[in-house]
Structures are given as C-alpha cells and as structure tokens.
C-alpha cells in the first residue's frame, strides 16, 4: 500500500544552543504541515529566517528538540545518526546552492557518486542511467569524461541536478539553486527541474527567497524573521 504523505510534520520546535535565535524563541516553529507524494513545496524566507535549518532537520542532518519529521512514514527522530545517513543516500536527492560537485571527478563520475552514497554497485545500466540524465539536461557527450571544474557554471548546476536524480529518489531538496542565475536562465532551470521531477514522480521541497517562482508550486512555507511559520 502506498503512503499518502510524503513528508509530515507536528509541533516542530529546533534551536541552536549558541543563542542564534533571538529571545530565547526556536527558530523554527511550525505546528503541523503535510505534503503528498508527488507534491511541490515551496520555503520562502529572508537571510537569517531558518531556511538552511529547516532543511538540516528534513534531510535528517539534525533532530529537532521537540516534535516530530516524518518522511515516507519513517518518523526522523527514530533512526540513528548512521541510518539516517542511509535514508537520506537512499531516499532524498539534494540539489546544493554550491552544486558541492568533486572538481577532480569527471562529470559522470560525479553523477554516479549519488550511487555509491545509496550503497549501489556501479553497473553499466548504471552508467546508462547516468549518461542518460545528462543527455536530457544538455550536456554535451564530448564533456561527459572530463572533469567537473572544466564546466561552466551553469553546466555544473545541470550536473547537480542529474547527480539529484540520479537514485530516483522519492524526495528531491533544492536550495536556492537559482541564487546566481539571471532570470532567463532561472526560467529555463525551473523548467528542466520541474520536468524531470515529474517524470520520476517524486516529491519536490524548493527553498528560495525569490517570491516570483511561487506559482510554480501549489504548497509555500514561510519562515518569517521569528522563523515561524506564516
């Protein structure tokens, strides 16, 4: 039977115990939110307002202090630190704000490392699978063998993006991908991502605080200057 939810979250509290959040108050507060499957989120949130936190908590990097995430029925706070690094290798496709790509890696190689993360064998079908993301991102085959620090920057972004759908994921993570894009080319990043995440059928969570690709997505979160939810 097929779960409903994709992620599920109840009477989330976290703060950082080094005082970053002003007057003793979490910086992150959100009461209850749900997401299904196939579903698109979008955070919306000034500098400062717990964006990078949130998605800490949701990649399972950090637990919160009270209340609970739940992602494809598996409550967070219920696995160990090492099994939720094997959730997140497994379930969760990541696209970084700085791609975080191996520079002294080939692009397919960088590709396949979300592979060997997931703990999968590198295989020919694999390889196939690989090339194949990066055939429908644009990449020119004549890159695919050299390193990743040969790309352009936008290059590498498309890169991230296949090495994030690489595991076909349930879940892909975006954040702020379009930071140092100009707006034609946020257009036709938003277009490729969106895409592909459909055509794998996963969950898509975007965190930016441009307000302009709020119509892309049925669901927003805002995280306010309290970090509350809005």
Not at 122 to 145: H, R
Not at 190 to 217: C, K
Request: net charge negative; glycine share 8%; proline share 4%.
């Amino acid at each position: 039977m097929s779960l409903q939810y994709a992620l599920q979250i109840e009477q989330l509290e976290f703060s950082w115990p080094t005082g970053k959040s002003a007057q003793n108050q979490p910086l992150i507060n959100i009461e209850h939110l749900t997401l299904e499957q196939g579903g698109r989120l979008f955070v919306q949130g000034a500098s400062g307002s717990g964006k990078s936190t949130l998605l800490s908590l949701l990649a399972g990097i950090n637990i919160p202090q009270q209340g609970e995430i739940t992602l494809l029925g598996q409550p967070m706070s219920q696995l160990s630190s090492t099994k939720r690094d094997h959730f997140r290798a497994r379930h969760i496709g990541y696209v970084f704000q700085q791609f975080n790509l191996l520079p002294y890696l080939s692009v397919v190689e960088n590709v396949q490392l979300a592979g060997l993360f997931a703990g999968h064998k590198q295989t020919d079908s694999g390889l196939a699978s690989a090339k194949e993301y990066l055939q429908q991102l644009n990449i020119p085959v004549s890159l695919f063998a050299r390193p990743v620090s040969q790309l352009s920057v936008g290059q590498q972004q498309r890169v991230a993006i296949a090495r994030a759908l690489y595991n076909k994921p349930e879940i892909i993570i975006a954040d702020e991908p379009t930071s140092a894009l100009d707006k034609q080319n946020c257009a036709g990043f938003m277009q490729m991502l969106l895409s592909l995440v459909t055509e794998i059928g996963s969950t898509l969570i975007f965190v930016s605080h441009d307000p302009a690709l709020q119509a892309e997505f049925e669901q927003v979160l805002y995280l306010g200057q309290a970090g509350e939810q809005q």
